[in-house]
Each structure stands twice: as structure tokens, then as C-alpha cells.
């Protein structure tokens, strides 16, 4: 994106924000925003935790999200619920949120998650709802190695949920940024530096 992305306005409004907006709309209670420094949080009023595994993937700030949604109860959180969601999910709604949360408290006591599923078939790691105390084997997961987000699915049983490919569309270049708020019909983004996205 060749900026920080939770920064990046999209229909007028930067990414990391709309996203916190689904998840409060969507029943969240506490959001926080996983890594950045203290400005950025600062300047998008979202709180944050650090990284505990700066620099390693997405599966790392998955891990850090149940771990410390988790942390301060003495059974790890065993009946607290973290949903995390990337901060380049424009489509991200309060329904799809809540459909997560709902379906993971619904099922069985082995269910470790609730993961969206497209169209196509495919279990997505963002968003997605977890039982915090599931924070513990997926730091595990990361120091033994692993990095990709969808890695967490090897910890235990999920439930899926059918969702519509919109709500999972992530932004990675401004080329996606034209095109999503072109298909939606805002027109124009801004990314935070005057000079634009480079060539």
C-alpha cells in the first residue's frame, strides 16, 4: 500500500476505523488494535496492546488478540469471546460480526472458533470469533513457527459460517482502494500523505 494501512481513508473514513465500527456495531465490547506505535493509535482513538510477536505474521497478532482478551481471568478466559478482523476489510459488517460470535457460543465445548466462509468454499481466519482461552496453543503455533493466520485452524474444531464474498474483500494496493469505492459509488480515496500512492 506503501503506507500504514490502517490509516488509509476509504469512503472517507480510514480503514482501521470502519473496521472497530463493525466490531462495536456487532456486539464487541472492548477494541483494541493489535501492534503500531502509540500515535497511531492515538490518532485513529482506537486502544491498543503490543504485538508479542512483532513482525511475524498475522497469526501472531492472532494469537496476541485471545491472549490478552484472555488475560486477568484465572482460567484464561474460558467463557470470553475475541473476534479479530484485519484492518483492511472495508465490507466488514455488525450482521457478519455477530453471526460469528452467536454460532461460536452456540456450539459445542470442543469448538475452539467460528471462521466466515465464502462462496468458494474457503474458511477465512479474518474475520473470526474465538474463545480466548485458545490463546495459549496459538502462541505455540507461533513459536513453533508457523505464521500463516489460517494456521490457527489446527488448534481445534470451528464452525463455519456462510458469508458473502463482499464482507471478506481485503484491500492490499490503492489499485483495490479505487476499485472497492469505485463498486461502491463513493469515488476518490485519500491516502495519508500528499504526494499519493506510489507508481
Do not use: Y
Request: charged share 25%; hydrophobic share 45%; proline share 8%.
Amino acid at each position: 500500500m506503501g503506507e500504514t494501512k490502517a490509516l488509509v481513508e476509504v469512503d472517507g473514513l480510514a480503514m482501521a476505523q470502519r473496521v472497530a465500527e463493525a466490531l462495536r456495531a456487532g456486539g464487541v465490547e472492548r477494541v483494541v488494535l493489535v501492534g503500531g506505535d502509540h500515535s497511531m493509535r492515538a490518532r485513529l482513538g482506537i486502544d491498543g496492546v503490543e504485538d508479542r510477536w512483532p513482525g511475524l505474521g498475522p497469526l501472531g497478532g492472532l494469537a496476541t488478540a485471545a491472549l490478552d482478551a484472555g488475560s486477568g481471568f484465572p482460567d484464561g478466559g474460558g467463557d470470553v469471546i475475541v473476534v479479530v478482523a484485519a484492518c483492511d476489510q472495508p465490507g466488514l459488517s455488525a450482521d457478519v460480526i455477530a453471526r460469528l460470535v452467536g454460532a461460536l457460543a452456540a456450539a459445542g465445548p470442543e469448538v475452539v472458533a467460528a471462521a466466515p466462509v465464502g462462496p468458494d468454499g474457503r474458511r477465512h481466519p479474518f474475520p473470526s470469533a474465538w474463545w480466548a482461552r485458545s490463546g495459549p496453543a496459538l502462541g505455540r503455533l507461533v513459536d513453533g513457527g508457523a505464521r500463516r493466520a489460517d494456521a490457527a485452524f489446527g488448534v481445534g474444531p470451528v464452525v463455519e459460517v456462510a458469508v458473502d464474498e463482499a464482507e471478506l474483500v481485503d484491500l492490499d494496493t490503492p489499485a483495490d482502494v479505487v476499485r472497492w469505492e469505485d463498486r461502491s459509488g463513493s469515488g476518490g480515496h485519500r491516502l495519508p500523505r500528499s504526494q499519493g500512492p506510489d507508481p
